[in-house]
């Protein structure tokens, strides 16, 4: 029902949204929100900030409303209560806020990343961070600003590691997305098997088909053994009124880069523009646009929101 030509701007999902075609056949110019480069200049409009700061935030309290027990360590006269032991898989956006509103909470964070850069943003949050060994080539392909899929034999090394951290745990949340690909395996039942009665798993990546085996998108699932897996779909709508607010002022300033005195233009030689427009005047520009893209997509891979 869209009037030839018009402008579109949102969360359109573009690596998986079978509709696009049916946009560039009605001359529409739709923007794609999810594909802004993470740079300086775009932080005000980037709603993948925004939302996974909200998602990353609700995570944690969703897992302490489910994990049976406190969270800060407790010294009263009854006796002593011991912390809880979280563990975040992804040092993105989501993840960050993950350990920050989980270190208020009193817990004891890890936090597990493939890039090495993130190292100093886990510590500085008062979290310990889980490093697998890596060659000096590994390290050079993930020190960028979004993690990329490694080779088998670091996966192997990486699941040998985070199995081991897991079982330790009593609440772990993950985060890791590719985009355009299902959401990478980053728990097998097997470690979810043999993790404590009474652990929480909170699956951020649950509508991408989920970071744990034992997720099901939606539905909040107990194992034989006594473990929860939570896997709430659109976090951020569960704090709709903060969420809203965000999204709008995103738009709102995306918007302004197409208003001008002249009235409302399209710059295609702005670098944002045209980052995030997969159709105009009839086209579908999004494939012609894969590798830019790509780049600017922002979900981390592996482990990293």
Same mark, same amino acid.
Do not use: W
């Given at each position: ?45 980037? !709603? ?16 302490? *409303? ?24 992804? !040092? ?69 590691? $985070?199995?081991? *951290? ?25 470690? !979810? ?18 970071? !744990? ?6 539905? $909040? $699932? *107990? ?56 159709? *105009? ?25």
């Amino acid at each position: 029902q869209l009037k030839d030509g018009a402008v579109l701007i949102g969360m359109l999902a573009p690596y998986s949204n079978p509709d696009l075609p049916k946009l560039a056949a009605k001359q529409a110019s739709a923007f794609a929100m999810e594909l802004l480069p993470r740079t300086t200049r775009a932080q005000s409009m980037d !709603v993948l900030s925004s939302q996974n700061n909200i998602a990353g935030y609700k995570a944690v309290l969703l897992a302490n *409303h489910y994990y049976p027990r406190f969270m800060p360590m407790l010294m009263t006269a009854a006796g002593t209560v011991k912390p809880a032991r979280v563990l975040i898989l992804g !040092v993105g956006v989501a993840g960050l806020q993950a350990i920050a509103t989980a270190k208020r909470l009193g817990a004891v964070v890890e936090a597990f990343d493939v890039r090495p850069s993130t190292k100093e943003q886990v510590e500085s949050l008062g979290a310990k961070f889980v490093e697998v060994p890596m060659t000096d080539a590994e390290k050079a392909a993930n020190d960028g600003v979004y993690a990329k899929e490694m080779s088998e034999d670091y996966q192997r090394r990486q699941t040998e590691l $985070v199995d081991k *951290h897991a079982k330790q745990a009593d609440i772990v949340i993950t985060t890791a997305l590719i985009p355009g690909k299902p959401a990478p395996r980053l728990l097998s039942a097997a470690t !979810v098997a043999a993790m404590k009665p009474g652990s929480v798993i909170v699956d951020m990546a649950a509508e991408s088909g989920g970071n !744990v085996e034992s997720t099901r998108c939606g539905e $909040v $699932v *107990h194992t034989d053994n006594g473990v929860t897996v939570v896997g709430t779909a659109n976090l951020p709508g569960l704090m709709a009124g903060d969420a809203s607010a965000l999204y709008a002022k995103n738009l709102l300033t995306f918007l302004s880069l197409m208003l001008t005195k002249e009235g409302f233009s399209i710059n295609l030689e702005d670098e944002l523009l045209a980052a995030t427009l997969v159709t *105009h005047a009839g086209e579908l520009r999004f494939g012609q646009a894969a590798p830019a893209a790509a780049s600017a997509a922002p979900a981390a891979v592996q482990a990293g929101a």
